[in-house]
């Protein structure tokens, strides 16, 4: 009997994703249904298959996701987490299994007793990070476990990168996520627990506040705390554990220039900015500092005066790489100052032709065995192809396409709304993963 799974979001980050479930279908009796506002780069490739169809399809139009949602056995959003709750809750209303690489919202965890009671999945943060992270980390903390060691520490960090053959900036980086989830990543409050005392970081200090983390062969990052390390002890069963943080890897300098944007407020979303007709980059920062005084500085000097950093720096040097201080005009009215921003580096963090991007992953556990303390660092690091099969599409989409087909296999019980910490989940996945090179190296 055919299974038919819907999968909503064709972007970048779907590449892989889309190939493994082309590849698996004809094997599995699947027939798929790719759907999304724009869908036209994928008519070549699905148009010789029998068992595959790109579709236009919006969301926000309940009856055309109503029936789409009732043709499928298994649906998988790659969409913006925004949309999640209309499809989970679709979904729900017909009794379909969801799969998605999203954070667990409120509104999507209010959905578990309905979803258990309609014996469907609801699985969430099964990507990257959050994904793989959870079911590696669980795989280790397994193992540990079963020595007979106690947690002391755990701490956890995940980048999305550009390779080093296509690191050409003075960032070191470059888009490889959605560019509008960079902008606004860290707002709110990061909150952890370090040697038992509980720790909180305000989105105005979250990128002072690093830590060095080395990554054998491919040198030294820094990382910064993600909002909520807290919630995770009861899911990883670590509810005693005195320390434990999850963050964010970037290339060591690019945290401190990051700050800057932080500071001024360009990376605020909640409110549009004035008169844009002619804003430019210059004019953009310039709405950012105090009103020009008599003295002949120029911008960069105002800049550097106005937030105690050296005017021939790293920091300004990175600035003016983006040419924030030049005229260039910026064609984006009724802007946030986060769009703008985004809109800013959009065009100077791009992947270009031929660029590989590299996704950098590393958990560190400290334990006590026998009355001796242990250490052991798992590490990950997997490069992309090219500018389209990125290194991040592969280990977002692999670990759902491989949950997916486990589903219609039947070989997973699971039920309700949950991640993928449970060991019928993460060990087959896992295991697959390594036919694609995504192998984790203990030390």
Not at 118 to 140: F, Q, T
Not at 151 to 160: M, R, V, W
Not at 275 to 293: K, V, W
Request: charged content about 20%; glycine content about 8%; overall charge negative.
């Amino acid at each position: 009997m055919t299974k038919k799974i819907l999968l909503l979001g064709a972007g970048r980050s779907a590449a892989a994703l889309i190939n493994y479930l082309l590849e698996n279908a004809p094997a599995e009796g699947w027939a798929i249904t790719i759907g999304d506002v724009q869908v036209e780069h994928l008519q070549t490739t699905v148009a010789p298959l029998p068992f595959a169809r790109a579709m236009v399809l919006e969301v926000q139009q309940p009856e055309q996701l109503a029936v789409e949602v009732g043709k499928a056995d298994v649906v998988i959003s790659l969409l913006p987490a925004a949309f999640h709750e209309v499809v989970a809750k679709e979904c729900l209303r017909q009794g379909k299994h969801l799969l998605t690489a999203s954070y667990v919202s409120p509104e999507i965890q209010s959905l578990h007793e309905e979803a258990l009671q309609k014996n469907m999945l609801i699985l969430m943060e099964s990507g990257l990070d959050p994904g793989l992270d959870h079911m590696s980390a669980m795989a280790a903390l397994q193992q540990i476990r079963q020595k007979g060691g106690r947690l002391l520490s755990f701490k956890s960090f995940t980048g999305g990168l550009v390779a080093p053959e296509s690191d050409n900036n003075p960032w070191h980086y470059k888009f490889t996520w959605n560019p509008r989830n960079v902008v606004l990543a860290g707002q709110g409050t990061a909150r952890y627990i370090q040697n038992g005392e509980y720790k909180y970081i305000p989105y105005h200090q979250l990128f002072r506040r690093t830590e060095r983390v080395e990554v054998a062969g491919y040198g030294t990052f820094e990382g910064y705390a993600n909002r909520d390390s807290l919630s995770y002890r009861k899911l990883y069963n670590l509810q005693d554990i005195p320390t434990m943080l999850r963050g964010t890897l970037r290339r060591e300098g690019y945290c401190a220039a990051w700050h800057v944007f932080v500071q001024l407020g360009m990376t605020d979303d909640s409110y549009q900015l004035d008169n844009t007709t002619n804003l430019t980059n210059r004019s953009f920062l310039e709405s950012f500092l105090p009103p020009a005084a008599a003295t002949g500085a120029g911008l960069p000097q105002r800049l550097s005066w106005y937030l105690g950093i050296p005017e021939d720096g790293e920091i300004m040097q990175k600035l003016a790489w983006l040419e924030l201080f030049e005229d260039k005009p910026i064609a984006l009215p009724n802007a946030t100052p986060a769009q703008v921003l985004e809109q800013l580096l959009k065009e100077k963090w791009r992947l270009a032709p031929g660029d590989k991007d590299m996704i950098v992953l590393q958990h560190q556990f400290v334990y006590e065995m026998a009355g001796e303390q242990h250490e052991l660092t798992s590490s990950l690091v997997v490069t992309g192809e090219d500018e389209v099969q990125t290194a991040m599409a592969k280990t977002v989409g692999l670990p759902i396409g491989i949950v997916a087909k486990l589903l219609l296999q039947g070989k997973i019980t699971k039920r309700g709304v949950a991640i993928p910490v449970d060991q019928e989940l993460y060990e087959p996945v896992l295991a697959e993963l390594k036919q694609y090179g995504i192998n984790f190296t203990e030390i």
